[in-house]
């Protein structure tokens, strides 16, 4: 029965340390991907918006389900599930908006895709951290 428990315990321990490893994956990849692209905007270099666009998609697949987002919200906040995400969607629609845009060589509104991208990472944290 001992035995048993701790055998729950130690799973139940390592089910929420690769919870944490989901977010921390997905948010270091994030913001490393958002780096990448300001700096491919401000030197202008392509080749560094298209890998940092890249890694923001990677990271932001591993954060867009509402079952995993609403395991990462505090509890007053659980019913605000659906607008963190609706953040996650703009998201990934505005890699796919940038990355048109990079194709018809239509930087400044790439660089608009970019700010909106920015301003939806910020809507999910304010709901998290009572912005
Ligand atoms: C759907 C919600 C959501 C979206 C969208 C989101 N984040 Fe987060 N982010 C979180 C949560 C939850 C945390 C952890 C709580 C906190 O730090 O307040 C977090 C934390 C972070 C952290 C701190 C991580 C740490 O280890 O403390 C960084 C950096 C970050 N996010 C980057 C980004 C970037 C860049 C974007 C946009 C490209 C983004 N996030 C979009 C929910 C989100």
Not at 28 to 52: A, R, Y
Not at 90 to 105: G, Q, V
Request: aromatic share 6%; with cysteine.
């Amino acid at each position: 029965m001992k035995l048993a428990k701790l055998i729950i315990a130690a799973s139940l321990f390592v089910v929420s340390v690769s919870a944490n490893d989901v977010l921390q994956n997905s948010m270091s990849t994030m913001e490393k991907g958002m780096t990448q692209i300001q700096k491919g905007f401000l030197n202008n270099n392509l080749d560094l918006i298209k890998e940092g666009t890249k890694l923001v998609k990677e990271g932001n697949i591993l954060f867009s389900d509402a079952k995993v987002i609403n395991q990462y919200l505090p509890d007053n906040k659980k019913h605000m599930v659906n607008v963190a995400e609706n953040a996650s969607k703009r998201i990934s629609l505005d890699i796919t908006e940038l990355e048109a845009n990079l194709d018809n060589k239509a930087f400044i509104k790439a660089a608009n895709s970019y700010s909106d991208m920015l301003n939806a990472c910020s809507s999910c944290h304010s709901i998290v951290r009572n912005w």
